[in-house]
C-alpha cells in the first residue's frame, strides 16, 4: 500500500518561501512509470496542479509557477519537496501530494495540509 504525508508550516509569511515535504512509503520515488504530483486546492476553488517530479529526469511544473517554484527529490528519504517562493495570500490552501501512475490519473493521494499566507 502506498502512502503519502504532506508536512510543513501551515502558515506563511506573505513574500517568505513556503516549503513543503511529501514523504512516500511503500514505493520507491525512483520507481518508473510514476510521477510524484503537487496539487493545491485555493479556498472555494477546484484543484490545481502545480508541478511534477518524474521516477527519471528533471522536474516540470505549470508555466505560472515556473519563476517562483523548486520541486526536487530526496531519494535516501524517499520523499520530495516543493518550494514555493514570494507567496501571496492567493497561494493559500490546501495542498497536496500524489502520485501519477503513468497514464495521467493520480492513483494515490497525500491526506493534504493547510496553508494560510497571512502576517
Known amino acids: 500500500q502506498v502512502q503519502l504525508q504532506e508536512s510543513g508550516p501551515g502558515l506563511v509569511s506573505p513574500s517568505q518561501t513556503l516549503y513543503l515535504t511529501c514523504a512516500v512509503s511503500?514505493?520507491?520515488?525512483?520507481?518508473?512509470?510514476?510521477?510524484w504530483m503537487w496539487v493545491r486546492q485555493p479556498p472555494g476553488k477546484g484543484l490545481e496542479w502545480i508541478g511534477a517530479?518524474?521516477?527519471?529526469?528533471?522536474?516540470y511544473g505549470r508555466p505560472k509557477f515556473a519563476s517562483r517554484m523548486t520541486l526536487s527529490r530526496d531519494t535516501t528519504q524517499n520523499q520530495f519537496t516543493l518550494s514555493l517562493f514570494a507567496v501571496t495570500p492567493e497561494d493559500a490552501g490546501v495542498y497536496y501530494c500524489?502520485?501519477?501512475?503513468?497514464?495521467?490519473?493520480?492513483?494515490?493521494w497525500g491526506q493534504g495540509i493547510q496553508v494560510t499566507v497571512s502576517s
Open positions: 500524489a502520485r501519477d501512475n503513468g497514464n495521467f490519473a493520480m492513483d494515490y
Open positions: 517530479i518524474p521516477y527519471l529526469g528533471r522536474p
Open positions: 511503500g514505493d520507491s520515488i525512483m520507481t518508473g512509470p510514476f510521477h
